[in-house]
């Protein structure tokens, strides 16, 4: 295995911690590689041992590194899909805190986010509560969400751009609404979303959701039903997520990518990308 390690161009610090993380991992020597991600510099550390990862995990950490362990073979080409969660991984809010917001009762939606993406609230509970709370809130709420808030992930675009180029499919599946995810799938050109959808009724939010809910077991059924649609198997998508309930769903990835996401996700994921964007993982595939 590869051990791959990236940071910001911005990041002035991190080629002087190279030579640190080579020696707790015992690897021979750290080679500059190109770089896919602009704004990204990276290395491959060759003859690295895989055991070292608590210690590695805090060098990288403190130099605003991240690492990937990766099989030297692995190429884009050898993926079908890539299956994104939304709120958070392919953009930078949660879209029913900032819905909340409009109501004036974000602190108290957003801790309910919160302990949902950590894995401490079952997350049809946590939704069920969350929407309860928008009951009587105007629709036109969501449209000034997604005009004045949502903005893309750093690296998202020429993530996308990068893997729609190589023939790949994309899939976004996410515990939020469709409102936003069916204005993604046009602005971004993505194949598939899968998403909740809100009820309305007068032009008000009446607090409940119509159809069932789009949970971690659903996303990876999502993932699953896409791979099969596109004659591919599970392990040839790469699924990326922030939160609890994309863990199911990552189970079943050839690559699973943990962005910005809680300390639960990051220590099951193949990948976390802490610091650099979500083009980070062009850094680490042939």
Not at 67 to 77: E, G, K, M
Not at 134 to 148: F, I, N, T
Not at 162 to 168: S, V
Request: hydrophobic residues 50%; proline residues 3%.
């Amino acid at each position: 295995m590869n051990l791959i390690l990236q940071a910001l161009t911005s990041n002035l610090a991190a080629p002087a911690a190279i030579d640190t993380i080579a020696g707790i991992t015992g690897a021979a020597r750290a080679e500059p590689i190109a770089v896919r991600a602009a704004g990204t510099q990276a290395w491959r550390l060759a003859g690295a041992a895989q055991a070292a990862n608590a210690e590695l995990d805090r060098a990288c950490l403190e130099a605003g590194i991240d690492y990937a362990w990766i099989d030297p073979a692995r190429r884009l080409a050898d993926f079908r899909l890539v299956a994104m969660d939304m709120d958070s991984t392919l953009i930078t809010i949660e879209c029913i805190d900032e819905i909340a917001d409009m109501q004036g009762l974000k602190p108290q939606v957003a801790e309910i986010t919160e302990a949902a993406m950590r894995g401490e609230i079952e997350f049809n509970e946590s939704l069920t509560r969350r929407v309860a709370l928008l009951k009587g809130l105007d629709a036109s709420a969501l449209q000034r969400v997604y005009d004045e808030r949502l903005q893309l992930s750093p690296g998202a675009q020429p993530m996308l751009q990068a893997i729609q180029a190589a023939g790949l499919k994309t899939l976004l599946v996410s515990g939020g609404f469709t409102f936003f995810t069916d204005r993604m799938k046009t602005r971004l050109q993505l194949d598939y979303t899968h998403s909740n959808t809100l009820e309305i009724v007068d032009g008000k939010l009446t607090g409940r959701v119509v159809g069932g809910i789009v949970n971690a077991d659903e996303k990876r059924a999502t993932v699953e039903r896409v791979c099969a649609e596109l004659g591919a198997a599970p392990h040839q998508a790469i699924v990326m997520g922030d939160g609890a309930n994309d863990l199911r769903m990552m189970e079943v990835a050839g690559l699973s990518v943990a962005f910005r996401a809680k300390p639960v996700v990051r220590a099951q994921a193949d990948v976390g990308l802490n610091f650099v964007g979500l083009d980070g993982i062009l850094n680490l595939l042939g």
